[in-house]
């Protein structure tokens, strides 16, 4: 399984552009990249997901540089709602795994 | 609606009884799983299961017991066996074809009396 490696906690302000990197030095060919968000009590939230170069959703961007030994979630303009904990997932989608969430970063948006 | 849903939303357990937490889902989805997760803390598989009447175990099996008769319904049972069960607790899903992308549950809190 590949390890994943993130900041314990970030802390922005409003309006501001996050951008969240996590580490898998270990990553296999056939390893997708996939970022969690949660809140208090509450299960985790997909958010976006990713193989390689640029993805990009509604809510967020994944970066991957061609190595795939790190990647980089980017919250544009974030708000006070953005307060979570952010979890970066590496493995094979269609393999009988046990996923490895990691404890997370916790971004802290203040006003 | 489509998603996945767990129940009860809080739960007590008494020393030496054993509890049974709920999850259904309505996503037609293969996989399901289980997670622990303790304050301040990432979330630690427990069981999971790609398949009706199959499971398999996670990184903190002990203490606890699955079972998947319907594809819909993969309960969870805290036995007397786990010392330290409080905890909030954590039903997912998957199509079978894309266990990274998971859906979450609401979760269980449970606390011992």
């Known amino acids: 399984l590949a390890k994943t490696t993130q900041p314990i906690s970030m802390d922005s302000y409003e309006g501001q552009e996050v951008n969240i990197t996590c580490s898998h030095n270990?990553?296999?060919?056939?390893?997708?990249i996939t970022w969690y968000q949660q809140f208090p009590s509450q299960g985790p939230r997909f958010i976006i997901q990713?193989?390689?170069t640029k993805v990009t959703n509604e809510v967020a961007s994944l970066f991957i540089p061609a190595d795939r030994k790190s990647s980089t979630l980017s919250l544009p303009r974030v708000s006070l709602s953005d307060t979570a904990v952010y979890y970066c997932?590496?493995?094979?989608?269609?393999?009988?795994?046990?996923?490895?969430f990691g404890s997370g970063t916790q971004l802290t948006v203040l006003p | 609606d489509g998603g996945i849903t767990q129940s009860p939303k809080y739960l007590f357990r008494k020393e030496g009884q054993n509890v049974t937490l709920s999850c259904e889902q309505n996503?037609?989805?293969?996989?399901m799983y289980w997670y622990r997760q303790d304050p301040g803390q990432g979330l630690r598989l427990i069981y999971y299961?790609?398949?009706?009447?199959?499971?398999q175990k996670g990184d903190i099996a002990e203490g606890y017991s699955v079972s998947r008769e319907k594809k819909e319904s993969f309960p969870l049972t805290v036995t007397s066996a786990q010392k330290n069960p409080t905890a909030f607790y954590l039903c997912?899903?998957?199509?079978?074809?894309?266990?990274?992308?998971?859906?979450f549950g609401p979760g269980t809190r449970l606390l011992v009396l």
């Open positions: 997912a899903s998957t199509p079978f074809w894309d266990q990274e992308t998971q859906y």
């Open positions: 270990n990553i296999a060919t056939n390893d997708y």
């Open positions: 990713g193989y390689k």
């Open positions: 997932l590496v493995g094979d989608r269609g393999s009988a795994r046990q996923l490895t």
């Open positions: 996503l037609n989805h293969d996989a």
């Open positions: 299961s790609q398949i009706v009447n199959d499971f």
